[in-house]
């Protein structure tokens, strides 16, 4: 029998009230300590304000041709225009709706599935547990780009069906993490103690599970994020993508498609690469902070690398181990890959 | 040792079979028809879709289809290709041939700088070179694939081939010189593959050997009188090499996004472009079996690290 004592420390208490505000205030120092993950985070809410109405912050209005095709950058132009004279930084804000709805939607979706099916699989256990992770071995290994371009070959690029490909081939990793998770929480004291006060199984979940799994979650969705995003613009390159709804993706194709090559045109895709770049970089800072935070391994001291004197851990380190991200892995992706 | 080969390999042989099946009803529930395409030719009728669909066993029950289907796969029929009129099979060897030396040269590339990068930022933890060589990593991992092809063609142009296996003025000119021309072509594919990917196994690595120096082991090879760099190389290195050659060996699937996007960047004729033209041209029985392949690859190297891991740290056998 564990001990009451022991099971009572390493019982976290849900948010509420003054023991809310500690966690809060102990995310904050975190982030302080991380500025990687603070940058991340800073990066993400701006291409999210950025998405919401994109025309406030363009220079130029959409589709307007303001100077030769494929023209050079310049201090009016930044990043130059494209081939049809369009301000590439005007395009590019405006891909950030498309480009956000679509990864942001597919990775709830990711997400979400891979809650339910961890959940189930974790709590549950005995043949359900055997018959759903069978079934994640199966689609895990299944690579993520292949199938998406042939689905989107064999039943069309909409906009849904984008979605939703994505949405369905990404959920593994979160549900393999989830289920290890849960099942580490439903052997705790605590659950059992719920359990024989007459809480229903539903309950459990919900009220004590689910709040315990909200980082595990946010750090999935951030990672499947940037997955959804390099998948996207993979198959708008292939030409699967919607040509008029501009994404990040469909602009990299563009250039691809419409001899920027050719011309030296450089500007017409570093724009939309970059934009990719950092959203997928602020996406694995952010989901590694918070996978750190979860580790508690750092806390383990370290021989320093060249005295090889005992030293500590000192805060969060640049990234430990991606624990079962893809490429990409994409994306890789998406990696990332995966 | 053998008990446990037999298992991952009926454990394998499973998955190959649910990925063939998955294969089979992936291409029988899309809209329309195999011969939809086929049948529009000047002329054609009802009669002759009819006919075409007799000829190609498509008028049969789904159940019979998967058994034909089982068969023709265990003769290694993958179809005909519609674009090429030539057998999907022999069109994905020739593929292959030139996929296989790109992705191959680009993988060794991408471990090298992963081994390199992944120990400097270790030994140099916590300085700037470690915060440099860490961010770029994620940097060229965080790029896609298609947008670090397309900077390297902009940045090399001129310098190097950049489209193409070869180039077709020099096709007779003798076996050296053929060589050095594939292998100038191949330069940059693979290059732009190993900077893709490189960034994960730095990272891996890295972690990795930060928690080897964690282990209590490594502070007795220290205590022992061990020098750092004897200690390195002899007790912490080798430890640390396993996750690393564990994440490497199962990424090898899923390094087929990024291959897939090069090859259609730089024009190499390898199983990319072949999905990349089977989708353009709607070519049914190319694409299902590119897919077919790909997935395939995945369970094999999967299987393949299964095995690595289990020879390489004994510690791992239950």
């Known amino acids: ?338 | 040792m053998a008990g446990y080969l037999v298992k991952r390999v009926g454990s394998m042989l499973i998955t190959v079979y649910v990925v063939i099946t998955l294969n089979f009803l992936l291409f029988r529930v899309m809209p329309g028809n195999a011969v939809t395409d086929i049948a529009r030719v000047p002329g054609s009728s009802l009669a002759l879709e009819h006919a075409i669909e007799q000829q190609f066993g498509l008028d049969h029950s789904i159940p019979v289809q998967y058994w034909d289907y089982l068969g023709q796969l265990a003769h290694g029929n993958l179809g005909v290709s519609f674009a090429y009129q030539q057998p999907v099979a022999g069109l994905l060897v020739t593929a292959l041939e030139y996929t296989l030396p790109m992705v191959g040269a680009g993988f060794l590339l991408a471990l090298l700088l992963g081994l390199v990068t992944g120990v400097l930022a270790a030994w140099r933890r916590g300085t700037l070179v470690d915060s440099t060589v860490s961010n770029l990593a994620i940097a060229f991992y965080a790029a896609p694939a298609q947008f670090l092809g397309l900077g390297l063609v902009m940045l090399f142009t001129g310098l190097l081939p950049t489209a193409g296996a070869s180039n077709p003025f020099a096709a007779g000119e003798g076996f050296w010189p053929t060589v050095a021309d594939h292998a100038q072509h191949m330069l940059l594919p693979s290059l732009t593959f190993g900077l893709a990917v490189f960034g994960q196994y730095t990272l891996v690595l890295r972690a990795s050997l930060l928690e080897t120096l964690g282990e209590d082991y490594t502070l007795t090879a220290r205590a022992t009188g061990n020098a750092p760099r004897r200690a390195l190389l002899r007790h912490v290195l080798p430890n640390a090499l396993l996750p690393f050659a564990n994440i490497a060996a199962l990424q090898l699937g899923s390094l087929v996004a990024g291959a897939v996007l090069i090859e259609v960047v730089f024009s190499w004729p390898g199983v990319g472009t072949a999905l990349y033209n089977a989708v353009v041209q709607r070519d049914y029985p190319m694409m299902q079996g590119i897919f077919l392949l790909l997935t395939l690859a995945v369970v094999l190297c999967n299987f393949g690290a299964d095995l690595l891991c289990r020879v390489l740290d004994p510690r791992t056998a239950t």
């Open chain 1, 1 to 338: 029998m564990i001990a009451p004592g022991a099971e009572a420390i390493t019982t976290p208490a849900p948010p509420a009230g003054p023991a809310g505000r500690a966690r809060l205030r102990r995310a904050l120092r975190a982030l302080r300590r991380n500025p990687r993950a603070a940058a991340g985070i800073v990066i993400l809410l701006a291409v999210a304000i950025v998405a919401i109405d994109p025309h406030l912050f363009m220079p130029y209005q959409a589709g307007q041709q303001v100077g030769p095709v494929y023209g050079s950058p310049s201090l009016s132009h930044p990043f130059g225009l494209d081939d049809a004279g369009h301000d590439v930084l005007s395009e590019t804000l405006l891909g950030t709706q498309a480009t956000a709805v679509i990864a942001v939607t597919s990775a709830l979706i990711a997400v979400g599935i891979g809650a339910a099916v961890g959940i189930a699989a974790g709590y549950a256990g005995g043949w359900v547990d055997l018959v759903l992770m069978r079934l994640t071995d199966y689609v895990l290994v299944i690579p993520v780009l292949p199938l998406a371009i042939v689905a989107a070959a064999l039943f069309g690029a909409g906009l849904v069906n984008l979605i939703l490909v994505i949405g369905l081939l990404l959920w593994t990793t979160t549900a393999r993490a989830v289920r290890a998770q849960v099942m580490s929480l439903r052997s705790r004291v605590f659950v059992r103690r719920v359990r024989s006060l007459g809480a229903s199984h539903l309950r459990i979940v919900l009220r004590h599970i689910l709040p315990q799994l909200a980082p595990l979650l946010v750090a999935m969705a951030a990672i499947d994020l940037a997955v959804a995003i390099f998948t996207q613009s993979a198959l708008a390159f292939f030409g699967l993508g919607n040509p008029s709804q501009i994404t990040w993706g469909i602009m990299i194709w563009f250039a691809f498609e419409r001899t920027a090559l050719v011309v030296g045109a450089w500007w017409a895709f570093v724009a939309p690469g970059l934009a990719i770049m950092l959203v997928a970089m602020s996406g694995y800072w952010v989901g590694q902070a918070i996978e750190d935070a979860l580790n508690p391994r750092l806390r383990v001291r370290h021989l320093a690398p060249r005295s090889f004197r005992v030293a500590l851990a000192g805060g969060a380190a640049v990234g430990t181990a991606p624990a079962g991200t893809a490429a990409a892995t994409d994306g890789g992706v998406t990696e990332g890959g995966r």
